[in-house]
């Protein structure tokens, strides 16, 4: 993956962390210019005047608040290339035509703050997926307003100022300010070996977790090579910490820490070794979606999941049209998904199926 991207015609150079032999705390990478975004294509502010002119796919509806969260899918059946953001209090509509939401925005609304947590993309590629962080507000009138735009410029420069790492053998473990917070192995065999000036990547893949109190930065860094590579791969922790905003807008991140969801991935079924159980995390609210094929005898496709002291709890609709919820436990590899809830007559009270997680390389 070439450490040159590019955003809107704009070339943007990620940072790397450099190493000074054992040394921990190391020198800041650079980076020409922060991460910005072009003007929004003349389409989509023709749209945005006429409403009726554009499809709106929902991001966030909070229905106890009245407000949701929109984006535009298309103007007039053309691409509206990723712009354009609608938000809703109330009666109320003010458009951010200039917002490039990019294909997975997330939006949550914080009663208890006031504060209207929206994410859009930076950068989005194949193994790429860097976001910013919008805080909006509302006037007394419910028009909403930009109170601050946390650029993923800035919290990368601060990262590089705190990630440390050292490398033994194929082992490369992670320090925050010399805290050992990770420690994982490199599978890459035909790269060349590491560089040994600076291995460390940061930038290809910086998004947030909106599901609890604050916004959640979540980093996954990535190894440079000596073929001059850089690899984001499943290998590498995911690494999250808190955001705080301070009332002269200054953003600092908390302490990092390894973040795993071991429910998430694809489970091959044990009949016939075919993908069949689909968990994916939530990054808006901490729910998963479930989706549950029973070999030769029903797909559930609607399931929502939530961790629990049993596992994790789902609900879903059967084939007849009614409710069916269980659990899914996990024994190493193997997910054990249990009915707990079930009035189908072909799934009985406690039935069990077994589904064994599925490797990269299948």
């Known amino acids: 993956m070439a450490a040159i991207l590019t955003l809107c015609s704009q ?7 450099k190493s000074t032999g054992t040394d921990l705390p190391h020198v800041a990478g650079t980076q020409d210019e922060p991460l910005t975004t072009e003007s929004a294509p003349a389409k989509v502010l023709e749209a945005m005047e006429a409403a009726s002119r554009f499809h709106e796919h929902e991001i966030m509806s909070d229905t106890v608040n009245s407000i949701s969260v929109c984006s535009i899918d298309e103007v007039d059946t053309t691409s509206t290339e990723g712009y354009g953001i609608v938000v809703v209090k ?10 490039f939401n990019g294909r997975q925005p997330l939006a949550r609304y914080d009663a208890k703050t006031g504060n209207l947590w929206l994410t859009s993309s930076a950068m989005q590629g194949t193994g790429i997926a860097v976001e910013w962080l919008y805080q909006i507000r509302f006037h007394d009138n419910d028009s909403a307003y930009i109170a601050q735009v946390i650029e993923p410029y800035n919290l990368q420069q601060q990262l590089c100022q705190r990630l440390g790492y050292s490398i033994d053998g194929e082992r490369v473990t992670l320090y925050d300010d010399g805290r050992n917070i990770a420690t994982t192995t490199n599978t890459v065999t035909d790269m060349g070996g590491f560089d040994s000036e600076q291995p460390l990547w940061i930038g290809e893949q910086m998004q947030y977790d909106l599901s609890g109190d604050v916004p959640q930065l979540l980093v996954t860094p990535g190894i440079k090579f000596t073929t001059g590579l850089v690899l984001t791969y ?4 995911t690494l999250s910490a808190p955001l ?4 002269d807008g200054k ?3 908390g302490d990092l820490k390894t973040v795993t969801h071991p429910y998430e991935g694809t489970y091959l079924d044990q009949d016939n070794q075919e993908p069949n159980l689909y968990v994916n995390y939530r990054r808006n609210d901490g729910h998963y979606d479930i989706q549950i094929g029973i ?5 559930l496709d609607d399931g929502i999941g939530m961790v629990s002291d049993d596992g ?3 609900t879903a609709t059967d084939a007849a049209g009614n409710p069916i919820g269980g659990t899914i436990s996990l024994r190493g590899d193997t997910a054990v998904v249990t009915f707990t809830n079930t009035t189908w007559e072909l799934i009985e009270q406690g039935s069990q199926f077994l ?3 599925q490797n990269d390389n299948q």
């Not at 070339?11 to 962390?17: K, N, R």
């Not at 499943?234 to 922790?237: C, S």
């Not at 070999?295 to 797909?299: A, D």
């Open 355 to 357: 589904y064994v997680r």
């Open 251 to 253: 953003v600092s991140i």
């Open 244 to 247: 705080t905003i301070a009332n």
């Open 312 to 314: 994790l709890t789902f």
């Open 90 to 99: 109330g009666a109320t509509s003010t458009t951010f035509p200039h917002i």
């Open 234 to 237: 499943d290998d590498m922790p």
């Open 11 to 17: 070339s943007v150079f990620l940072s790397a962390c």
């Open 295 to 299: 070999y030769r005898l029903t797909n």
